[in-house]
């Protein structure tokens, strides 16, 4: 069972234009929701997190907009950049368990 | 300050063969992490270590276990290799066990199984 749904499985953007990456999740208890971010022959980094109390939480061109009632969130990459051609995956966890559950990933391009 | 390292970078092997990898944890941090990736599936949880307990396990067959030593430093196991096994494994490491401890990832080993 998979508990955290994440599309697209893949992406591709023109340079300038807006990347949006949807998840959405089963477990109602969970309470954190990070992003990480994955370069080749990298390890997935932490990109930005949010936690249920807020709706949207922006860092520089990175936001992650949050929906309680749908279940859902989802990243939006503004002005994306050649250099943010990625992987990115998103993850949840709570209820009792700090382990994050990770989405399967979206690979992203973004074409200059 | 390091990061966490991982070693072997690359590793092949052949199938019923097992295969033993490591991780450093950055320097200070407790809890260690591994995870499997692959391009279907995504990251799959195996197990955590807290100070030289496992605290967490995931879904995986007994085949895969994990030790941590007093300094911290982590070993995966995987015995009687199978082909399945091929993929990434990374392995992360927190300060302390906690939702809002941020996780620190190696850049993996690498598993091809023949």
């Known amino acids: 069972q998979q508990q955290v749904k994440q599309s697209p499985q893949s992406l591709i953007v023109q340079k300038g234009g807006i990347s949006i990456i949807n998840c959405a999740y089963e477990?109602?208890?969970?309470?954190?929701f990070p992003w990480y971010q994955q370069f080749p022959g990298k390890g997935p980094a932490l990109l930005i997190a949010?936690?249920?109390?807020?709706s949207e939480k922006k860092e520089g061109r990175f936001t992650i907009s949050f929906n309680k009632s749908a279940k859902q969130f989802s990243l939006h990459i503004m002005d994306s950049q050649p250099g943010d051609s990625a992987t990115y995956f998103c993850a949840a966890s709570g209820g009792g368990s700090y382990i994050p559950t990770f989405g399967r990933g979206t690979s992203l391009i973004v074409h200059p | 300050k390091a990061g966490v390292t991982q070693t072997p970078r690359y590793l092949i092997k052949t199938r019923g063969q097992q295969v033993t990898l490591s991780c450093s944890p950055i320097?200070?941090?407790?809890?260690v992490s591994w995870y499997q990736q692959t391009p279907g599936q995504g990251l799959q949880f195996l197990f955590e270590y807290f100070s030289e307990t496992q605290r967490n396990k995931g879904n995986f067959p007994g085949r895969f276990s994990g030790r941590q030593f007093s300094n911290s430093r982590s070993e995966m196991n995987v015995s009687t290799l199978e082909l399945g096994d091929s993929a990434l494994y990374l392995c992360?490491?927190?300060?302390?066990?906690?939702?809002?401890?941020?996780?620190?990832f190696g850049s993996g080993t690498q598993l091809s199984v023949l």
């Open positions: 477990n109602t208890a969970f309470d954190y």
């Open positions: 320097s200070g941090h407790r809890s």
């Open positions: 992360a490491s927190q300060k302390d066990a906690g939702a809002n401890e941020k996780l620190f």
């Open positions: 949010i936690r249920p109390d807020v």
